[in-house]
């Protein structure tokens, strides 16, 4: 398989709920067969609501801070500290500063998927296209 090369530039932020921008980095959509990356920009107060995933997911803040919670352990973590989420755990993450928190999410998947409290949120994204 030859390398594949994804401009960042090119790729759009989506809305996932209001408050907080997603931009798909790589997954299944962009070629990959073990990771799903991707990058989310969360306005005061707001972040990813309590879910899970079937497999283990490393979460970065890159800039701001946040609290992050597994299961009833909560940590607050500021620009360069990363978390380890295991697989199986609800877990979730709010930006606690007053800017905007920018996170990347690695998850040991092609294809997001996560499991909601919330029956509204989406619980696939970024799969291959139909051929």
Known sequence: MPMTVVDHASQP??????????RMVASAATGTSQLTVFEQWCDPGLGA???????????TVLEGE????????????????????????????????????RVQAILASPVFEAAYDDARETPRRWLPAAR
Do not use: C
Not at 49 to 59: S, T
């Open 13 to 22: 932020k989506d809305e996932w709920r209001p408050g907080v921008l997603t």
């Open 66 to 101: 946040a609290v992050v919670w597994v299961d009833d352990e909560r940590r607050q973590l500021r620009a360069g500290q990363s978390a380890i989420i295991p697989a199986g755990r609800k877990h979730g993450f709010n930006n606690t500063g007053s800017g905007i928190l």
């Open 49 to 59: 609501p309590a879910h899970l995933h079937a497999v283990e997911e490393i979460l």
